[in-house]
Protein backbone atom coordinates (compact mmCIF):
# COMPACT_ATOMS: atom_id res chain seq x y z
CA UNK A 1 0.00 0.00 0.00
CA UNK A 2 1.56 3.32 -0.79
CA UNK A 3 0.31 6.24 0.85
CA UNK A 4 0.66 9.94 0.03
CA UNK A 5 -0.35 13.43 1.94
CA UNK A 6 -1.12 16.43 1.07
CA UNK A 7 -2.57 19.93 2.13
CA UNK A 8 0.19 20.95 5.18
CA UNK A 9 1.34 24.92 4.59
CA UNK A 10 1.61 27.66 7.15
CA UNK A 11 -1.82 28.64 8.72
CA UNK A 12 -2.68 31.27 11.54
CA UNK A 13 -3.67 30.20 14.65
CA UNK A 14 -7.64 29.77 14.43
CA UNK A 15 -7.36 28.88 11.10
CA UNK A 16 -8.62 25.98 8.92
CA UNK A 17 -6.72 23.27 7.04
CA UNK A 18 -7.93 20.32 5.19
CA UNK A 19 -5.25 17.36 4.76
CA UNK A 20 -5.80 14.28 2.41
CA UNK A 21 -4.47 10.92 1.89
CA UNK A 22 -4.32 9.18 -1.25
CA UNK A 23 -4.05 4.92 -0.97
CA UNK A 24 -3.15 3.08 -3.60
CA UNK A 25 -4.77 -0.23 -2.16
CA UNK A 26 -6.99 -2.02 -3.91
CA UNK A 27 -9.28 -3.14 -1.12
CA UNK A 28 -8.78 0.19 0.48
CA UNK A 29 -12.30 -0.12 2.86
CA UNK A 30 -10.12 -3.23 4.24
CA UNK A 31 -7.55 -0.73 5.89
CA UNK A 32 -8.15 1.39 9.25
CA UNK A 33 -6.62 4.50 8.50
CA UNK A 34 -4.84 7.21 11.11
CA UNK A 35 -3.48 10.20 11.18
CA UNK A 36 -0.16 10.87 13.41
CA UNK A 37 1.78 13.98 13.90
CA UNK A 38 5.63 14.65 15.06
CA UNK A 39 6.03 17.72 16.24
CA UNK A 40 10.01 19.36 16.55
CA UNK A 41 11.79 17.79 19.00
CA UNK A 42 9.15 15.04 20.20
CA UNK A 43 8.24 11.81 19.11
CA UNK A 44 5.03 10.72 16.54
CA UNK A 45 2.16 10.75 18.22
CA UNK A 46 -1.45 10.06 17.33
CA UNK A 47 -3.70 11.67 16.31
CA UNK A 48 -6.92 9.99 14.52
CA UNK A 49 -8.10 6.93 13.47
CA UNK A 50 -11.10 5.85 11.28
CA UNK A 51 -12.06 2.29 10.46
CA UNK A 52 -12.62 0.60 7.14
CA UNK A 53 -16.39 1.44 6.84
CA UNK A 54 -16.00 4.91 7.99
CA UNK A 55 -18.54 4.82 10.87
CA UNK A 56 -16.04 4.84 13.96
CA UNK A 57 -13.56 7.31 14.60
CA UNK A 58 -11.05 7.73 17.66
CA UNK A 59 -9.21 11.12 18.13
CA UNK A 60 -6.62 12.19 20.56
CA UNK A 61 -7.91 14.26 23.37
CA UNK A 62 -5.92 17.49 22.08
CA UNK A 63 -7.99 17.23 19.21
CA UNK A 64 -11.37 15.99 20.05
CA UNK A 65 -14.04 18.80 18.69
CA UNK A 66 -11.52 20.36 16.71
CA UNK A 67 -10.92 17.61 14.13
CA UNK A 68 -12.44 15.49 11.86
CA UNK A 69 -11.12 12.48 10.05
CA UNK A 70 -13.25 10.75 7.11
CA UNK A 71 -13.09 8.93 3.93
CA UNK A 72 -14.01 8.27 0.87
CA UNK A 73 -13.61 4.71 -0.29
CA UNK A 74 -14.84 4.88 -3.53
CA UNK A 75 -12.01 7.82 -4.08
CA UNK A 76 -9.31 5.91 -1.69
CA UNK A 77 -9.03 8.72 0.22
CA UNK A 78 -8.78 10.07 4.04
CA UNK A 79 -8.93 13.12 5.10
CA UNK A 80 -7.95 15.55 8.10
CA UNK A 81 -10.46 18.58 8.58
CA UNK A 82 -8.57 20.12 11.24
CA UNK A 83 -10.75 23.52 12.55
CA UNK A 84 -9.46 26.03 15.22
CA UNK A 85 -5.82 25.15 15.07
CA UNK A 86 -2.96 26.03 17.80
CA UNK A 87 0.32 26.51 17.35
CA UNK A 88 1.06 23.71 19.33
CA UNK A 89 -0.25 21.61 16.24
CA UNK A 90 1.88 22.43 14.39
CA UNK A 91 4.29 19.25 13.14
CA UNK A 92 4.85 16.63 10.02
CA UNK A 93 1.55 15.07 9.81
CA UNK A 94 1.75 11.57 8.31
CA UNK A 95 -1.47 9.44 7.02
CA UNK A 96 -0.81 5.52 8.05
CA UNK A 97 -2.88 2.48 7.03
CA UNK A 98 -3.91 -0.98 9.25
CA UNK A 99 -5.02 -3.68 7.77
CA UNK A 100 -8.19 -4.34 9.43
CA UNK A 101 -8.24 -7.37 12.16
CA UNK A 102 -9.79 -5.76 14.93
CA UNK A 103 -10.47 -2.11 16.91
CA UNK A 104 -8.65 0.02 17.57
CA UNK A 105 -5.58 -1.14 15.61
CA UNK A 106 -2.87 -2.23 17.69
CA UNK A 107 -0.49 -0.55 14.91
CA UNK A 108 -0.13 0.51 11.93
CA UNK A 109 1.18 -1.08 8.33
CA UNK A 110 2.15 1.29 6.52
CA UNK A 111 2.75 4.79 6.56
CA UNK A 112 3.27 7.46 4.00
CA UNK A 113 5.56 10.48 4.18
CA UNK A 114 4.43 13.77 6.05
CA UNK A 115 2.93 16.79 5.11
CA UNK A 116 4.26 19.58 7.30
CA UNK A 117 1.64 22.06 8.91
CA UNK A 118 2.71 25.25 10.28
CA UNK A 119 0.19 27.12 12.62
CA UNK A 120 1.46 30.87 13.70
CA UNK A 121 0.92 32.64 16.71
Known amino acids: VQLQASGGGLVQAGGSLRLSCAAS????????MGWFRQSPGKQRDFVAV????????NYADSVKGRFTISRDNAKNMTYLQMNALKPEDTGVYYC???????????????WGKGTLVTVSS
Open 50 to 57: INGSGGVK
Open 25 to 32: ARTFFRYD
Open 96 to 110: AAAWSIGWPPGGMDY
